[in-house]
T-cell receptor
Framework: DVKVTQSSRYLVKRTGEKVFLECVQD?????MFWYRQDPGLGLRLIYF???????EKGDIPEGYSVSREKKERFSLILESASTNQTSMYLC????????????FGDGTRLSIL | QKEVEQNSGPLSVPEGAIASLNCTYS??????FFWYRQYSGKSPELIMF????GDKEDGRFTAQLNKASQYVSLLIRDSQPSDSATYLC??????????????FGAGTRLFVKA
């Protein structure tokens, strides 16, 4: 089974802090994704990566950056956290090929105070 | 028009009934279709996938795909209260050069009343 592990289930940070969310997958997947999910807004793609050191902006990249130094690890960085970044953050991964589903981690519920 | 559309619900069915969840998509380049179940406060969990026109059954779940009409549906037979969740439809669309993108619908909330 695919295992996608997010470093924290719950996280509380303060406004202006630099926040790191970590995600590790164990299936040698090429593609990794970061989403945020808010009530009534569905899943919104922040960034994705299709290879080591490669990244592409999703639909809502403002205020975020990412890092993929190793194939199994994809980090989301909030450069200067703001209260409107309070949300559920979900990491996902999948392999190459149009028939591959995404597999999700357990999510990190981030609160910015 | 959204690329993947679902009725937000809530859809309410009595225990033991068939729950029918629908999803329409706009891009005819869509190649593969997935259903995820998401319990409140949890992450989406893959429950079904379908690639070809017709029906695909797995236990109490049946996925149906009609590419001509551009819809995919999920039927849940003998619905149980534990099936109460939000169901997300997802579609993989080829972009060319071997690449593809995944589009998620906003989800349909299902309540199964005991």
């Amino acid at each position: 089974d695919v295992k996608v592990t997010q470093s924290s289930r719950y996280l509380v940070k303060r406004t202006g802090e630099k926040v790191f969310l970590e995600c590790v997958q164990d299936m040698d997947h090429e593609n990794m994704f970061w989403y945020r999910q808010d009530p009534g807004l569905g899943l919104r793609l922040i960034y994705f990566s299709y290879d080591v050191k490669m990244k592409e902006k999703g639909d809502i990249p403002e205020g975020y950056s990412v890092s993929r130094e190793k194939k199994e690890r994809f980090s989301l960085i909030l450069e200067s956290a703001s209260t409107n970044q309070t949300s559920m953050y979900l990491c996902a991964s999948n392999g190459q090929g149009v028939y591959q589903p995404q597999h999700f981690g357990d999510g990190t519920r981030l609160s910015i105070l | 028009q959204k690329e993947v559309e679902q009725n937000s619900g809530p859809l309410s069915v009595p225990e033991g009934a068939i729950a029918s969840l629908n999803c329409t998509y706009s891009d005819r380049g869509s190649q593969s279709f997935f259903w995820y179940r998401q319990y409140s406060g949890k992450s989406p969990e893959l429950i079904m996938f379908i690639y070809s026109n017709g029906d695909k059954e797995d236990g109490r779940f049946t996925a149906q795909l009609n590419k001509a009409s551009q819809y995919v549906s999920l039927l849940i037979r003998d619905s149980q209260p534990s099936d109460s969740a939000t169901y997300l439809c997802a579609v993989n669309i080829e972009k060319g050069a071997g690449g593809f993108k995944t589009i998620f619908g906003a989800g349909t909330r299902l309540f199964v009343k005991a």
